[in-house]
């Protein structure tokens, strides 16, 4: 099974600022078989990205992503209030497996 | 419009049974990848379960041997058939749908399940 381990665990920042996220795989994930999203409380998950670095149908473009192999980045250029949340990343390559969550609060 | 609406859950005692259902609508689930993710109270996702256009299904290994997952073509409905619960099965139980290979593009609002006596 592959891992992904997401860091950091909780992101501390004010609106306007920029976030980096990290997801990094136990082992390699083929043809950036990996997707981010995005969950508020009480709410089902939204995807953001697939393929490592494709926005989904309507996601803003200060949502961005990067990686490959083994290690993966979402980056959110300018915050918003409404991008506090939790993101999770996940992997498609070997069945599918979600890692542990960053949260991203107002500081 | 893609609408996909759980239903099914509530309260069972530890080894029971409880099959969840999710009503699809603008789109047909068996022209799609369908799949069942759950997320345990204040934890992260846990991918369930798929079944394939083909009819091929999958589960992790946490629920192998005691969940179904099953579609019906003509109420276009997927569904979930949990046997043996467990405290542990306690949870957010989502449906997902797969327009492309592997991840996830439309959600619905999830039904929660509680295993406890």
């Known amino acids: 099974e592959i891992v992904l381990t997401q860091s950091p665990g909780t992101l501390s920042l004010s609106p306007g600022e920029r976030a980096t996220l990290s997801c990094r795989a136990s082992?390699?994930?083929?043809?950036?078989?990996l997707a981010w999203y995005q969950q508020k409380p009480g709410q089902a998950p939204r995807l953001l990205i697939y393929?490592?670095?494709s926005r989904a149908t309507g996601i803003p473009d200060r949502f961005s992503a990067s990686g490959s192999g083994t290690d993966f980045t979402l980056t959110i250029s300018r915050l918003e209030p409404e991008d506090f949340a939790v993101y999770y990343c996940q992997q498609y390559s070997s069945s599918r497996t979600f890692g542990q969550g960053t949260k991203v609060e107002i500081k | 419009e893609v609408q996909l609406v759980e239903s099914g859950g509530g309260l069972i005692q530890p080894g029971g049974s409880l099959r969840l259902s999710c009503a699809a609508s603008g789109f047909t689930v068996s022209t799609k990848y369908m799949s069942w993710v759950r997320q345990a109270p204040g934890k992260g996702l846990e991918w369930v379960s798929i079944i394939y256009t083909g009819g091929s299904t999958y589960y992790a290994d946490s629920v192998k041997g005691r969940f179904t997952i099953s579609r019906d073509n003509s109420k276009n409905t997927l569904y979930l058939q949990m046997n043996s619960l467990r405290a542990e099965d306690t949870a957010v139980y989502y449906c997902?749908?797969?327009?492309?290979?592997?991840?996830?593009?439309?959600w619905g609002q999830g039904t929660l399940v509680t295993v406890s006596s």
């Open positions: 082992q390699s994930i083929s043809s950036t078989y």
């Open positions: 997902g749908l797969s327009s492309s290979w592997g991840y996830f593009d439309y």
């Open positions: 393929d490592a670095s």
